[in-house]
């Protein structure tokens, strides 16, 4: 304090403490722009990671699951899954689910994904809110119930302008998510969705080469026998195991009926050699019209007639069938009844499917064509044989 007034000491100190102050403050706002710079970082590393993953052709499936893991280092959820929707089946197939690190994944109904947000997610905005029970089911909401979580962050999965999916995010409480956690989850949506378009492309490419190899495989086989048994059996069992079919049915045209001349799976055990006229079922339809049909609910189409269309103990709910054409005329129609995927659940058939069906009736009607024809001139021989054997 020598040579210094008491109010000269004092206001050095106070100058001080606010240079200290503005450089606490300086080093408050590095660190925080360093946190924002090393969150920029880890959101980069996130999104690419998710490309490398497209580019290495994995599975729509792991890239969901891929995602979930690594959103984990950058959004506090407890809870989260990714899944794509099929409008036209109103299903959801849920690629990944990660809780506590379980991870599954199923086909549901799109309800278990809030059908009330759904206005949102096709404006391509995200839906912050709880789940109801009646838009969830009373299992998943007793399963979030039991988890802690009541807030569910969803996004949309876009290509271009169409909604493909959603991701969603769980949390105890909607305060959990932050602006910019939301922020986060559109960037990984985005990227996602991306990413599962091209999975998809890839896969539907590879698939569309597999079937054009069954298709050749199926013609070679059909066109391989000339009895008219062992023909409908390979046309039935090549198109059940191509469609992934529960049950495929053969109906030839005897006189004004139908009349099932071949059928394999569940319950058509009794099938063969009913008589059903042209008026009844989808297929009778097909008969009439000379059209294929494709009944996406069975069961709620006027067409339908179980007598036709349904096995015992089967409940049809999708129904594919085509005219077997050959030489522009008719001689029956081919029928598959319900679309079994992989994890054993019902499907519906799609167009593709459809044209695939149309792709086999072709060979097949001329292989039919081909084996009638062929019995009757085994028969017109041994009529022949016998006329020249009797004696005079």
Not at 27 to 39: C, S
Not at 209 to 216: C, H, Q
Request: aromatic share 4%; net charge negative.
């Amino acid at each position: 304090m020598k040579g210094k007034t008491r109010r000269e000491f004092f206001d050095e100190v106070s100058a001080v403490r606010e240079r200290l102050a503005a450089l606490e403050a300086s080093e408050a706002e590095r660190q925080r722009e360093v946190a924002t710079l090393r969150r920029d970082v880890e959101r980069l590393q996130v999104l690419c990671e998710i490309g490398e993953a497209a580019l290495s052709e994995q599975s729509p499936e792991a890239i969901a699951r891929l995602a979930l893991e690594r959103v984990k280092r950058l959004v506090p959820y407890q809870r989260a899954s990714v899944a794509l929707f099929d409008f036209e089946a109103y299903q959801a197939r849920v690629l990944a689910v990660e809780t506590e690190g379980a991870v599954a994944a199923t086909t549901r109904t799109l309800e278990s994904f809030g059908v009330e947000r759904a206005p949102s997610l096709e404006k391509g905005k995200a839906a912050l809110g709880g789940g109801s029970e009646a838009s969830l089911g009373p299992k998943v909401a007793r399963v979030l119930q039991a988890e802690g979580v009541s807030s569910c962050l969803s996004v949309p999965l876009a290509a271009g302008s169409a909604l493909i999916g959603v991701i969603n995010v769980w949390a105890p409480d909607c305060g959990d998510f932050e602006p910019e956690h939301i922020e986060v989850i559109h960037e990984v949506a985005g990227a996602l969705a991306k990413a599962i378009q091209q999975a998809g492309s890839r896969e539907q490419l590879q698939r569309h080469a597999r079937e054009l190899v069954a298709l050749y495989n199926a013609a070679q086989a059909m066109v391989a026998h000339l009895d008219l048994p062992s023909v409908l059996k390979t046309v039935i069992a090549e198109t059940k195991a191509l469609l992934e079919a529960e049950v495929a049915t053969v109906l030839l045209q005897s006189g004004d009926e139908l009349v099932f001349e071949a059928a394999v799976g569940y319950g058509t055990e009794a099938l063969v050699g009913r008589r059903v006229p042209f008026s009844a079922g989808i297929a009778g339809w097909v008969m009439r019209e000379k059209r294929p049909a494709r009944v996406i609910d069975a069961q709620q189409d006027p067409r339908f007639d179980a007598q036709v269309d349904q096995t015992p103990g089967l409940i049809a709910r999708s129904v594919l069938a085509v005219p077997l054409i050959a030489n522009d005329i008719i001689s029956g129609v081919i029928e598959v009844i319900n679309k079994v995927k992989p994890d054993g659940q019902i499907s519906v058939f799609y167009e593709q499917d459809l044209e695939i069906l149309m792709a086999m009736a072709g060979p097949a009607a001329v292989a039919i064509e081909n084996a009638r024809l062929y019995q009757a001139k085994i028969k017109q021989y041994e009529r022949l044989r016998l006329r020249l054997s009797r004696p005079g």
